[in-house]
Structures are given as C-alpha cells and as structure tokens.
C-alpha cells in the first residue's frame, strides 16, 4: 500500500481508531500493529509475507536462544546462522542474478540461461537490516532478547517503516512495543504536520522533479550541457524529496501511535563537506553500517592503510546495499574517493554543529562549501540514476562536453525546490519544514497548513512510486 | 485525544465543505469551457444536441469532416463528436455518452484508418473530469481504462488533483488550453500549410490491431446493428506518400475492415486513392487534411453520402 494512495487515506484512521480504543492494553495494541502491517505489505503481494514471518521468527527465535550465561562460541554460532538465513534470503532475491549472470559472462555463457528472475520482494533490505540488528545487540549484551513475540513481530514489521526505513534498532523500537503507550496531544498533531511535509516533499517536488529527470535521462543524447546539469541537479533533489518525503511520513505516521522512529535525514543539502553529508543522509543506515561494520572493522583508530580498507569497504557495501548493479558499487566507490581524504587528515568529523546556528544566512565560506558538496553529491548522483556504466559515462561526457543549446529548465520544478529548500533552511534547526510549535497564532499554523495542502492538490504529482521501493 | 480527534474532526469536516464548494465550481465552469478538450462533452450535455448523423472519429475525424458541407448536400443535420488523440474505446465512450444525453442518431459516418482499432493511452484524461462523478455509466466503463479510482467517482475534488490547468480552467482563469475559435458542430478546420518534415520522419508506417479494441468495434457495430443505425466507414485522404510507406499494410487493412462491413451489411466510402490525397497543398501533414483538403473532402463525401443515403 503507498503512502500517496487512496487505500491508506481510509487504512490509517481505521488503524489509528481501533489501536487508540485499545489502549492500556498493550499486547492487543501490538497484536493490531502486526495485522495491520501484514494488510499494509500483503497490499503489493500476500506471498512475500510469509518471507517477512521467516526473517522475524528465525530473529526472534536467534534472540532467545542466544543466552548470556552460554558459551561465546554457541551464542555466536547462533547469530551467524541467523545472519546466514537473512543475509542468505536477501542475496537470492537481490543479488542472485547478478552474481550469475556476471559470472556465466566471464566463463562465456549466456547470462539469461543462470537467471532465477525472481520479484524483488517490496523493502527486503530495510527489514532484514532491521531484524538483524537485534540478534547481534542481543549477542553483544546491549538489548535483553524478548520472549513477547508478538510485540516482536510488530517491532519488524510495524507499517509505516516496514518497506522504506527508517532502519529502526531494537534497542530504540522494541522497548516502545513492550510498555503502555500513552496519547500524546502534541506529539500526534507534530505527526500529522510531518506527514503534510512529507507528501508535499513527495508529490510536489520530488514527482514534479521526476517528470523532466524521467525525459533527460530517457534521450540523454537530445539535450545540452545546461539541461543536464539541471537534470543532475534536480535528481539530487527528486531522489532526497523521495526518500525524506517517505522517512517524514513514517516518522509522522509512527507519531500518531505514541511510536517515535529516528530522524533519517537532517537537512544534507545544506553540508560543508562530504563527511557532514554523510552523517546526514540515510541516517539509520549510515549508522547501521558504522556500528555493525566499520567499528567491528576497527574504524579509523586501526593503521592508516586499515582505514582506507574498511572506507572503501562500508561505502561499497552501502551502495551495494542499494540494488545489483555496478552503477551502485560505482556511486559507492566515488563517495570512499570523496570521504577518505577528510578522514586521513582528521577532518571528518569538523562540522559537527547545523550549518550558520543562530543566523539567518550562511557566510560567503559556508555557501561555497554547501555549492561545492551538493554539486559532488549531485555527480554521484548521475551514477546512481543510470542503469549502466556507460550510461553514466555518456552522460558525463554530454553533460561536460555537450553543446549550450537549447537550455529548457522546467520552471515549475525549480520554484518547488526553492520553496522547499528555503522551509528546510529556516527550519533546520527543527524536526522537519512543518514544525510550527513555536508559531504561536492558530491564524498562521493553519494558513501555513492550508497553503501546503492547496499546492499538494493543485500541483502534487500522484502516479510516482517511492524510488527507494526497490531496494 | 479528545482534544485531537475533535480538532481532526473540525478540520476534516471543513475541508470537506471547502471541496464541496470547489468541486462545485470548477465542475460548473468546466462545463461551460470552450477548450477543444471539453468542448465536444459539454456540447452534448448542455445542448442535447438535435442532430440526425454524428461523425466519430480521431483528430482525422476532427478536422476534416465539415459538418457544413455535408449538411448543405445531404440535408442532413449532422454533429462532429470525433475526440483528438485518441481511439476507437474513446470514440465509442463519447458515443455511449452522447446516447445518454441526446436522441438517436439516423446514420454515423464513422473515420476508421490505422490507428483506429487501438487503444487509448490515456492522452487527455481530463476530459470526463467534469461528467465523472455523476456519470455512473461513464465512471464503469472508463474506471480500469483510464485509471480513476472509487475516490475520483465518489468524493469530491479528488479526480481534480494535479490537473493545475484543468484547476485554473474550473477557478475561471485563463488556463493553457487549445482552444479554437472556429468550431463549426464539432468540425475544426485548420488553417495550415504542409509540413513535410514529420512525415520524412517516417520510415515505416504498418497497420496493427488491439485485441480488445477490435472487441469494442465490433460491439459498438453490432449495436448499431441492432437500433436501426446506418454506419458508414469512411477512409478519409491520406497522402500517398504515406500510404505508399505503409505497402502491403494498406491492402490488409482495406481487407481487415471490409470484414466488419460485410458482417454488418454496412458500406465503406474509401478515399485513400482520390484526388485530394495527391496533392500537399490539401495537408498539414501526411495524414490530417487543412481546410483547404477538409472542404474538397466534404464535398465529395457528402455527394456520394447523397447518392448512398437515398
């Protein structure tokens, strides 16, 4: 079921109703959540959530049976054997065919004869991610594993993250499932305003973005070195408003339950470096990996040549986290190119704070720092929305090399990105563009809400899937 | 929670009484909107038309069928319903729509070509926007076609959303929308000279059916068939050159249509070879006729329409 989709406008007031005339009765709370989320994903396709029951209960199961009172060596056999399983689930419908495929065409097969074809069951990557990090939080003794079962089935599977993130750990999400959740007035109506921001990321600028990102990356060879540059820039755009108009949905929507998920984005566009992007983009997975992978790696505090491994090593998993395809590894690739000399001379974690704190503008220095990371980002971008390599590459060369003809911008696109760009910036000190807890006159607030919702309506864009489906 | 769920309530009660408003409006002003798009719907449902033969067809059917000449030879009083863009399921949506609102028509000059026995791709959808929630009819037999939603047929303002001209349009501001200002009963002359480059661009023309469109053709015709109604299949001037270009593909299609008009028992007036398609002062491109064409056409279709019809 999508966000956007008339089906959810009747399936969340349902859900919201029968959860709320529950309340104080917290395993029949949970109980809704899981039901309801298995309506919510069974929507695109019922088989698949029989793979989701498997990934809970083999993590469920792993939890209980890893004790801390047992031998090292049984409880880590029992989280690897549940990575294996989850890990193992994900790279047969991920990953198969392209490991096949590529390997039938080093030893001079065809590549369609290897080929499972199989769907790629809808937000695999979150929810394994997800289900993961419990097992290996229980073994290393940060979370006690939970005999609830039902509270965590809703903990994997609780709907408004389930396909798309944010990838919630059990250390924050599954305590929320296990106690009373109380109404909370300012809380529920901040969700509400956080899912307004989150559609008109998601049907006005992103979609809108998508309609001329869609028709330049379909004839890159018709357009100039203006155009493209635009359409760069505007997928840069498209592909935050995506996923951040998705994560502030959820994030609003888990509000209204008394649920609250972390933040997955905290305004990147406005980063003066690579580093700080990255600490600001994809929260939930760049901390994932940093904590399970790049620390078990030993980090930056290992030998030099060590720290340029495990960069190159967790940006490639992070873009092949992203789907099978050398464009991914490649995206991937360019940010451990970007990130390595910061982290070499010690500079990556320089800007820590949000970017001119307690100014209305940035100086002269920060914007050029801001210009220069958005346009790397944006160059990165280019990798990740071409389908192939030499896509990317063509489109490089036109982009660089091509002709200053015909320079069409669509206008329209652009003033959203500039409306919305100038809320993020206003407001990024705060939870997301529509946090008015500091407007005091109700005159204002619903004006403000009003406005939002006529621009959703007039210009949203509404037939767009959410690109981070597919992964 | 009571606090939120009445502040909710308020809020979702006002926004509904506001899109009832606006619906209202922007449905009344469509209605009454002389863009091209709407024009042909709106005609049909404010004016219930009084016409004994309608002409059906694409934008062919539009701009080369003057509803004027064939009138002044045949004393027929004819109406052009033909709708741009599209196909054979639109063309017979718009039919239906039109028997729903109008009396029976005596004979229907059908336009049929290579893109006839297709389907639409749902080019300008907004055209049953302002029929679609009352129109239980209309909603059934386009809801999977075009892709509405129960929502778009039963609250209010939502098939509205995202349509930002169509919105301007229905608030009575000035919206980018063609509109001509010689519509004579549906007929669109246009005043344009040849240009050759779109058809240079064309290596290949073929002629290719949709299943389910035949289905619909066929239906529409049995119909027909069944109230009494003369249909009369019409190949409208196509420039030689392009027919040319589509070789065997022409045969075969001749061959394809013939087979309706001999199961129905109706004729076929073909036009593919005349005079008219010879020449490039009569066309603004290979297949639509100016007005130049469109009158020469007329003339000659209506004598023989005469001559059939008597």
């Known amino acids: 079921m999508l966000f956007t989709s008339i089906e959810f406008m ?3 007031p349902v859900v919201f109703a029968l959860y709320w005339l529950l309340r104080r009765q917290v395993r029949w709370q949970n109980l809704l959540v899981v039901a309801a989320s298995y309506v919510f994903y069974g929507w695109w396709d019922w088989r698949f959530l029989l793979l989701i029951a498997f990934t809970t209960a083999c993590s469920y199961a792993s939890g209980l049976m890893i004790k801390p009172e047992g031998s090292r060596r049984r409880n880590l056999t029992v989280m690897w054997t549940n990575i294996g399983l989850n890990l193992g689930i994900l790279g047969l419908f991920k990953y198969y065919d392209f490991f096949a495929s590529e390997l039938a065409r080093l030893l001079g097969c065809s590549g369609d004869s290897v080929m499972l074809n199989l769907i790629l069951p809808v937000g695999i990557s979150f929810y394994t991610f997800q289900a993961l990090s419990y097992s290996i939080d229980v073994y290393r003794g940060k979370i006690a594993p939970t005999k609830d079962v039902v509270a965590f089935f809703a903990y994997v599977s609780f709907f408004p993250q389930l396909v798309a ?18 109404f909370d007035y300012a809380m529920a109506v901040d969700g509400v305003r956080q899912m307004l921001w989150g559609f008109f990321k998601k049907v006005v600028v992103a979609d809108n973005c998508a309609v001329f990102v869609d028709k330049v990356w379909g004839d890159i060879g018709a357009y100039g070195s203006p155009d493209l540059a635009v359409a ?3 997928f840069s755009i498209q592909i935050y408003c995506d996923f951040s108009g998705y994560s502030d949905i959820a994030i609003g929507c888990a509000k209204l339950f008394g649920i609250k998920l972390m933040r997955n984005f905290n305004v990147p566009y406005f980063s003066r470096d690579i580093a ?5 983009w994809h929260i939930s997975l760049t901390t994932w990996f940093r904590d399970y992978i790049y620390i078990p790696l030993g980090g930056s505090r290992v030998a030099k040549w060590k720290v340029v491994r495990n960069t190159f090593i967790i940006f490639l998993v992070s873009g092949f986290w992203h789907g099978a395809n050398w464009t991914f590894l490649a995206w991937g690739a360019f940010h451990a190119c970007l990130f390595l000399p910061l982290i070499l001379m010690g500079k990556n974690r320089k800007y820590t704070d949000t970017v001119a704190e307690g100014r209305w503008l940035p100086g002269i220095k920060e914007l050029g720092q801001m210009a220069l990371t958005f346009v790397l980002a944006a160059l990165g971008w280019v990798l990740f929305r071409s389908q192939s390599i030499g896509e990317a590459l063509d489109f490089y060369a036109a982009m660089f090399g091509g002709g200053w003809h015909g320079f069409n911008p669509p206008m329209r696109a652009v003033v959203f990105v500039a409306a919305m760009l100038l809320v993020e910036w206003l407001q990024r000190g705060r939870g997301h563009g529509l946090d008015m807890s500091g407007v005091r006159y109700r005159a204002v607030r619903y004006a403000c809400y009003l406005a939002v919702l006529a621009v959703i309506f007039v210009y949203g864009v509404f037939n767009e899937t959410f690109i981070y489906f597919q992964f | 929670m009571r606090r939120f769920l009445t502040k909710l309530a308020i809020t979702i009660a006002a926004l509904f ?3 009832y408003g606006l619906d209202w409006l922007i449905t009344s002003n469509l209605r009454h909107s002389d863009a091209r798009m709407f024009h042909t719907y709106n005609a049909i449902y404010n004016d219930s038309l009084q016409c004994n033969a309608l002409i059906m067809g694409s934008s062919r059917g539009q701009v080369q069928y003057s509803t004027r000449i064939i009138d002044s030879v045949t004393g027929l009083n004819s109406y052009n319903i033909s709708v741009d863009g599209r196909c054979i399921d639109a063309e017979v949506t718009i039919y239906n729509f039109y028997r729903r609102h109008c009396p029976k028509p005596k004979v229907i000059i059908q336009n ?3 893109g006839t026995l297709q389907m639409s791709n749902g080019y300008e959808r907004e055209q049953y926007l302002p029929y679609l929630r009352k129109d239980n009819d209309l909603y059934k037999e386009i809801k999977e076609r075009e892709d509405f939603s129960w929502a778009d047929h039963c609250l209010p303002l939502m098939r509205y959303a995202g349509y930002h001209e169509t919105i301007k349009e229905g608030l009575g501001m000035k919206a980018k929308m063609a509109r001509p200002k010689n519509i004579d009963r549906g007929f669109i002359p246009t005043d344009k000279e040849w240009d050759g480059a779109a058809f240079r661009a064309i290596h290949a023309l073929g002629f290719t059916v949709n299943d389910e469109a035949v289905e619909i053709f066929d ?3 049995q119909q027909c068939k069944q ?5 009369v299949m019409v190949f409208a001037p196509f420039y030689i050159g392009a027919t040319e270009k589509m070789g065997s593909d022409a045969d075969s299609m001749f061959a394809f249509y013939q087979g309706f008009a001999d199961k129905y028992g109706y004729p076929i007036l073909n036009y593919t070879y005349d005079s008219v398609s010879y020449d490039t002062l009569n066309f603004y491109n290979a297949s639509h006729l100016n007005r130049r064409g469109a009158e020469q056409f007329s003339l000659k279709l209506a004598q023989d329409l005469k001559n059939l019809l008597q």
Do not use: H
């Open chain 2, 17 to 19: 009484v506001l899109a």
């Open chain 1, 232 to 234: 760069a820039a505007l």
């Open chain 1, 276 to 280: 700080e992007f990255w600490r600001r």
């Open chain 1, 10 to 12: 009747v399936f969340l």
């Open chain 2, 219 to 221: 239906r529409y015709l």
């Open chain 1, 165 to 182: 993130g944010p990838i919630e750990r059990a250390t924050n999400l599954l305590p929320q499932f296990l106690r009373e959740r109380k």
């Open chain 2, 112 to 114: 049929i070509d290579w």
């Open chain 2, 227 to 231: 109230e009494g109604i003369e249909v």
